[in-house]
């Protein structure tokens, strides 16, 4: 079984610069999330999926952060413009409702923000 | 979510039992117990969950205590693969966020 995909692993941008993540969960699983991860922390929920709607997005910053699960599958997150705030580890993760109390992580994408 | 306390850290030779404690000591009656871990530049991996009841799998023991205010995961031969960083999370059963704090980096000598 493949596992949640994530591209690209590491970016580098310039401040005010947009960008975006890709995630491709488990297959068959419906729930989709995404998670920041600053540097010596744990992750912190951004988003969350069921299907292809967004049913917890209090914690992502609505005034330059952006997701969308067209199809309910893939998902892509959007910052624009980037701040240096933002360098962290993007995280994506995925569950199924016959095992919801286990959630899958892809490996991340380090934003650079200089 | 109830709150979580773990050391910031702790030492294991390899080969030994790592225990490491998780105090949550304002869980409700419906909040299970869980662990991940996080290796070195990979996204957190489940380890085990629990109720009341203590549970094993092929990773873990997970020993909670009777009055469920705190619990110990324990990595029966710990090996330098088991170095990582490791999260207690309180949550319900069918709550779909996970609350993770700072963790505990668990460190395995040779």
């Known amino acids: ?114 | 979510d109830a709150k979580t306390t773990q050391p910031t850290s702790m030492d294991c030779a390899e080969g030994r039992a790592a225990n490491l404690p998780c105090n949550h000591s304002t869980i409700s009656g419906n909040e299970y117990v869980y662990w991940y871990r996080q290796i070195h530049s990979q996204g957190p991996q489940y380890i085990i969950h629990g109720l009341k009841n203590n549970e094993t799998n092929e990773m873990a023991s997970l020993i909670i205590t009777e009055d469920r205010k705190s619990s110990t995961l324990i990595l029966p031969h710990a090996t330098l693969r088991d170095t990582a960083v490791y999260y207690c999370i309180v949550r319900v059963a069918n709550g779909n966020k996970l609350v993770f704090g700072a963790g505990t980096i668990l460190r395995v000598k040779s």
């Open chain 1, 1 to 114: 079984e493949a596992g949640v995909v994530q591209s690209p692993r590491y970016k580098i941008i310039e401040k005010k610069q947009p960008v975006a993540f890709w995630c491709n969960p488990i297959s068959g699983h419906n729930t989709l999330y995404w998670y920041r991860q600053n540097l010596g922390q744990g992750p912190e929920l951004l988003i969350r999926y069921e299907n292809e709607e967004a049913v917890d997005d209090s914690q992502l910053p609505k005034d330059r952060f952006s997701a969308e699960r067209l199809k309910g599958v893939d998902s892509t997150l959007k910052i624009q413009p980037a701040e240096l705030g933002d360098s962290a580890v993007y995280l994506c993760a995925s569950s199924s409702y016959r095992s919801s109390y286990e959630q899958y992580f892809g490996p991340g994408t380090r934003l650079t923000v200089t």
